[in-house]
């Protein structure tokens, strides 16, 4: 590290209580790299609650009269928490409010149903552009998170990446007969897509789902086209499981699948990689796109159940490729450079 | 139940609030719920920003977390306890106690020295007055808290006493030759009156500070005065310990030397104690009163140098006698049946 130590670092972000999350991780990971390298830094996770909208006005001036002087450097990461004044702001931008921007009208979002969303929509997006230039830089998550600010801002911020939690310790080991997909059960992260790809392939593919089930309802609508498409011996089903699990079905799938719609950021991709594992992804996944190589290190496949279904079969019955391609892809993750101490170049005043 | 634990704190700061919350959530956790601390960032100065951040804490909503009821919220500190829920429960630490018992005091009172005091005082008390009656049920952490709150607020709460984090470890030992006081280094502890009172003494007292200073200035304070008054050699600032490290110190030493102002409760007090030795307190000590009785477990002085001395000369005088107080005041602690058990069926019920 060339960068002076000891700063008093204060990273703000939101959290809905009792939900674990990446964003949690994320936040986690960014303080114990500020530690490691001498500084004291701790996190302000300010309550969230999106519904009903104008609820969302209020904790909005609730972060704007919030505050931490005391702290050499204040790190914003998710709204409303990045609206919080600090002399020395930089913001690291996770994603905005996304109901407020790609998911307004769109199915999986619910501002817009609200006789109230419009005007809620337009005032948050009124803060994003007058307040989030208050920062001393702008940083985001991805490049797909800059893309989207650039888009309905008109803000540029570098993206920056980082690692994923558990990226110290995760490693490769000899295939076998599953693909992996661990994601917080949501419909975000679609998988009731995979459910509906996996009842159109010509082999037998088997796919094992990992994660907490927070969304109330979705987990079981998962379970009930399961159910509905006969594919009980070919799904496994795990729920919340430990980094020590997780690590281990890396290593022993044969591939990741992961077909998020327009992620942020996703750590999956990165995990897949570091496991030397080919990633199966979609056109409209978002971030995996930055990182995943259509034949080359996975497959970009089209996000509907019979082109993700080819995918599937395709990865299942070439295993050379399939492991060819995950090679490729632990080395593109090397290429990257992606390292906590980078970061803290960037971040650090 | 889903419990949320609110309290507040100045960012970079760790002291018995902070260790007590996070106790709080292990005991709502191991008594078979679901618990999780929300810390808000709180600055007191300018005071203008307390107004500010007491209606950031108006703003929030933590009745929900994704669709499901936060069946409870217990509340410890100004002003996190004013965040609105059905089923509040303030468990009162204290209440801004520069706004009430020490507004006029000559080193800890502060809104006094600024034009907007009189204004934010009032602003503090009104809030106080309208809003703590919002909560299902008040408890505070000590006879001394429920005194002062139903002095200046007309509002009755029961005393709920906890016990020190790791109580079972604390062990008594063979008196070494030194007085202990762990703490914070800052003005209302008085770590600068005992500092005068070993000027004054005229057997060799010596003395081990434990705790890290709120700022420099505060031990250079500390430390001018050490030198002024000759006191090499019979003073040692340990800075921050590890609890093992505290521990170990309790356990050697001949008595613990505790004469905060008007303390709330005082984790250091029950330490003692469980450490089987005498505390040397004040008169206007607060908290510690409820536990020390004079010349059983220890002794009560004046809040003079003088009368520090002549108690500190008399601890180190008569050893024997020290050992017994030490004796007599961890089978106080026995008697006094504080648990967590009994903290939490009464902060649930």
């Not at chain 1, 302000?44 to 209020?58: A, G, H, Q």
């Not at chain 1, 594919?231 to 022993?252: I, P």
Request: aromatic fraction near 8%; charge should be negative; hydrophobic fraction near 40%.
């Amino acid at each position: 590290m060339s960068k002076p130590r000891g700063f008093k670092v204060l990273i703000a972000t939101t959290r809905v209580p009792f939900i674990d999350g990446g964003a949690e991780l994320h936040a986690e990971g960014l303080q114990r790299a500020l530690r490691e390298a001498g500084n004291r830094a701790e996190i302000l996770f300010i309550p969230f609650k999106w519904y009903p909208p104008e609820r969302i006005l209020d904790q909005m001036l609730a972060c704007r009269l919030l505050g931490g002087r005391e702290a050499d450097c204040l790190i914003g990461l998710k709204f409303p928490a990045y609206l919080m004044p600090h002399p020395r702001k930089v913001v690291w931008l996770l994603h905005q409010h996304r109901q407020a921007y790609e998911l307004w009208q769109h199915p999986m979002g619910d501002m817009h149903a609200y006789t109230n969303g419009a005007a809620v929509r337009q005032a948050i997006q009124y803060a994003d552009r007058e307040l989030l230039p208050q920062a001393r830089r702008l940083f985001a998550n991805s490049r797909n998170v800059a893309a989207r600010l650039r888009t309905y801002c008109g803000l540029e911020a570098e993206p920056l990446y980082h690692p994923p939690p558990d990226a110290r310790n995760l490693h490769s080991g000899a295939a076998e007969d599953f693909l992996y997909f661990p994601s917080r059960i949501n419909p975000l992260k679609r998988q009731h897509l995979a459910m509906e790809a996996l009842a159109q392939t010509r082999t037998n593919v088997r796919v094992c789902f990992s994660g907490p089930g927070v969304e109330p309802g979705y987990d079981q609508t998962c379970l009930a086209l399961a159910r509905k498409l006969k594919l009980q011996n070919r799904v496994e089903w795990l729920g919340s499981v430990s980094f020590e699990t997780k690590r281990d079905l890396y290593a022993r799938s044969l591939g990741v699948l992961y077909p998020p719609l327009d992620e942020d950021y996703g750590y999956v991709t990165l995990e897949a990689m570091l496991a030397a594992k080919p990633v199966i992804t979609c056109e409209d996944s978002g971030g995996p796109l930055e990182f995943v190589l259509d034949r080359q290190t996975g497959l970009i496949s089209a996000p509907t159940p019979e082109a993700l279904a080819a995918a599937m079969d395709e990865l299942w019955e070439n295993r050379t490729a399939a492991r060819e391609w995950g090679a490729a892809g632990r080395d593109r993750y090397s290429s990257l450079h992606i390292g906590w101490d980078h970061v803290l170049e960037k971040l650090l005043p | 139940m889903k419990v949320l634990i609110a309290t507040s704190g100045a960012p970079f700061i760790r002291g018995g609030a902070e260790i007590l919350a996070e106790s709080l959530c292990d005991a709502v956790n191991a008594a078979g719920h679901e618990a999780e601390i929300v810390t808000l960032p709180f600055e007191s100065w300018p005071p203008s920003r307390i107004p500010e951040q007491m209606l950031a804490c108006r703003l929030l909503d933590v009745t929900e977390s994704c669709g499901q009821t936060i069946d409870r919220v217990i509340a410890l500190k100004f002003p996190a306890y004013l965040i609105p829920h059905p089923y509040k429960v303030i468990w009162m630490l204290h209440q801004h106690r520069t706004a009430y018992e020490l507004w006029d005091h000559p080193v800890a009172g502060d809104l006094i020295q600024h034009p907007d005091g009189p204004m934010v005082r009032e602003a503090i008390r009104q809030a106080d007055r309208t809003l703590l009656p919002e909560a299902k049920a008040i408890y505070t952490l000590s006879r001394n808290v429920s005194g002062r709150l139903g002095r200046f607020t007309g509002i009755e709460a029961e005393p709920l006493y906890n016990p020190p984090a790791h109580a079972a470890l604390y062990h008594p030992g063979p008196a070494g030759d030194y007085l202990f006081f762990p703490s914070r280094i800052t003005p209302v502890k008085r770590q600068w009156l005992v500092i005068r009172a070993l000027g004054l003494c005229r057997e060799p007292v010596e003395v081990y500070f434990a705790g890290e200073a709120d700022n420099p200035a505060q031990q250079a304070e500390c430390t001018r005065a050490e030198r002024e008054l000759n006191l090499t050699g019979r003073v040692t600032w340990l800075g921050l310990v590890s609890e093992e490290q505290k521990r170990e110190h309790y356990a050697h030493s001949l008595g613990v030397v505790f004469p905060p102002l008007d303390e709330d409760y005082g984790y250091v007090t029950l330490e003692a104690m469980l450490s089987s030795k005498p505390v040397i307190t004040c008169a206007d000590s607060g908290g510690p009163l409820e536990f020390v009785v004079h010349n059983e477990t220890g002794l009560i002085a004046d809040p003079s140098s003088e009368s520090l001395a002549t108690a500190m000369d008399a601890l180190w005088a008569d050893r024997r006698h020290a050992a017994t107080m030490g004796e007599v005041g961890r089978q106080r602690y026995q008697d006094l049946k504080i648990s967590w058990n009994n903290v939490v069926e009464k902060l649930l019920c």
